[in-house]
């Protein structure tokens, strides 16, 4: 799964691709998430102990604790992963594909492939808000079973958005 098989002989394509309806509506879901990441910490913060829950295990139980200022890993992380992912999608023609790039696929493929960097970004921006909520509902004292969903529900999201795209980067391997 090279950038470019032995084969290929001139280099890719570069498009500049347009945002569909739909790509604007998951930058959306991404920046939406992305404040409320950050904002979930700053409206909790002064009702928190000095010691929260940082780690939880697979069962939701915590397992590892850190002062309250920990909360703003996340964030920061988060926002770290908004912008590289944004820029990222921006160079498509530099990514590695699961089929051979040619002129003839090449604005497809590379279209499947920056909607998969702006779903991952919203799902991992998703993913974080929800640690970061159970973070601070367990150091308050009002956690759920949800905690136990977490796993589970990450691999689902994370591996289903994944499978979905080589399926349909397969499906358009030849799209004209």
């Given amino acids: ?30 920046i939406s998430f992305l404040i409320l990441l950050f904002a979930i910490p700053l409206f909790y913060y002064n009702q928190l102990p000095e010691r929260i829950p940082i780690h939880f295990n697979v069962a939701g139980k915590p397992d590892g604790f850190g002062g309250k200022h920990s909360l703003f890993i996340l964030p920061a992380t988060g926002l770290f992963i908004y912008f590289l992912l944004t820029v990222l999608a921006a160079f498509p023609h530099v990514y590695n594909f699961p089929v051979t790039i040619t002129s003839a696929n090449a604005e497809v493929q590379y279209r499947l492939a920056t909607r998969l960097m702006r779903i991952l970004k919203a799902v991992i921006l998703i993913i974080f808000s929800f640690i970061s909520w159970m973070s601070i509902r367990t150091a308050i004292g009002a956690a759920s079973g949800l905690g ?26 030849h799209h004209a």
């Fill in 1 to 30: 799964m090279g950038s470019m098989k032995k084969n290929e002989t001139e280099p890719r394509p570069r498009i500049k691709l347009k945002l569909s309806s739909h790509d604007y509506v998951i930058e959306f879901l991404g």
């Fill in 148 to 173: 136990k969903m977490f796993l589970p529900l990450f691999l689902f999201l994370t591996s289903g958005v994944i499978l979905i795209y080589f399926k349909q980067a397969y499906d358009n391997r």
